[in-house]
């Protein structure tokens, strides 16, 4: 969805047809650089993504690359984030790199199972500043891993089971950061078009970024 910040939308999200496997991407600035890296990322991460960690990571370095090129041609900043759900019969694999988000509901318990790679996340973890102040607001946007980072920094790799019922909700920070957590989770247990709820009250709370989201129902 495209919010009232910038003049389309940055964000790319990729459901796969052929296997258990949701990608988005936020594209940083409103250039670009920025369609060509969330668009780059996404598709080399689909192309070469294979099961186990150290494919996974292998994914996303070459991304990493590709983005690295891309950059260099346009002359300006080419990077994004990007968070994945890769599953099979019995688990998932969640990659994380940026400050999009994965979450997961179960029995009723919304977790937040990602880490923002933040200077704000880790402010807020040490109690640098007030969460609300204006200093953890601009560093929001001081992100410390991305892709297309010049140092190409790995992402985190995370290993869950996956249990009938359960809800997993991958998004991009437009959403994250304008929609509470309760509501969030209110929406996950309640809404059978929860991704159209969230996304409405991105809207609503001023949509100050594009948002994207996606959710996985575990049967």
């Keep these: 969805m495209v919010g009232n910040r910038y003049p389309a939308n940055f964000d790319i999200l990729h459901l796969d047809d052929a296997r258990p496997l949701v990608v988005v991407a936020d594209g940083m600035g409103a250039g670009e650089g920025s ?38 041609r ?12 890769v599953g099979d019969d019995h688990d998932a694999w969640l990659v994380q790199i940026g400050d999009s988000r994965a979450y997961r509901l179960r029995d009723g318990q919304l977790e937040l199972l990602t880490v923002d790679h933040t200077a704000a996340w880790l402010g807020a973890v040490n109690g640098w500043y007030p969460f609300d ?13 991305y892709v297309g980072h010049p140092d190409q920094p790995e992402p985190d790799v995370l290993n869950v089971t996956l249990r009938p019922g359960d809800v997993y909700l991958l998004c ?3 959403l994250a950061e304008q929609v509470p957590y309760g509501r969030i989770a209110e929406a996950l247990t309640r809404d ?16 100050n970024d594009n948002a994207t989201g996606a959710v996985i129902v575990v049967h």
């Excluded at 598709?43 to 990571?57: I, N, S, Y």
């Excluded at 346009?74 to 759900?85: M, R, Y």
């Excluded at 102040?133 to 891993?145: G, K």
Aim: hydrophobic letters at 45%; glycine letters at 12%; aromatic letters at 4%.
């Design 35 to 72: 369609r060509v890296a969330g668009r780059t990322a996404v598709d080399v991460f689909v192309e070469t993504a294979g099961p186990g960690p150290r494919a996974l990571r292998a994914a996303v370095a070459q991304a990493q690359r590709r983005l690295a090129d891309a950059g260099r």
């Design 74 to 85: 346009l002359g300006e900043l080419t990077g994004c984030t990007l968070t994945a759900f």
């Design 133 to 145: 102040s204006a200093r953890a607001h601009a560093d929001r946007y001081r992100l410390m891993r």
């Design 172 to 174: 991009t920070d437009g």
């Design 192 to 207: 059978r078009d929860a991704v159209g709820t969230l996304l409405a009250d991105s809207l609503r709370a001023g949509g």
